[in-house]
């Protein structure tokens, strides 16, 4: 898996899955609990819909 969720990319997934998660845990409703999806992507730094998309938000690393 190469990486390919950048740096505010991840900050906000791991921001709103955490908020998610939280809502749903304090009783929430049953779909939020999907907050696991963008927490889980922006702490491993791989989303598997981007490479489908041809979408990365990773900066250009220079040789």
């Not at 304090?26 to 922006?42: E, K, M, N, Y």
């Amino acid at each position: 898996m190469k990486t390919n969720v950048g740096g505010i990319d991840r900050v906000l997934r791991i921001g709103g899955g955490v908020a998610l998660l939280a809502w749903a845990a304090l009783g929430g409703p049953a779909w939020a609990w999907i907050g696991a999806v963008p927490l889980a992507t922006g702490l491993f730094g791989f989303c598997p819909a981007y490479p489908l998309l041809g979408i990365s938000t990773c900066p250009l690393k220079k040789d």
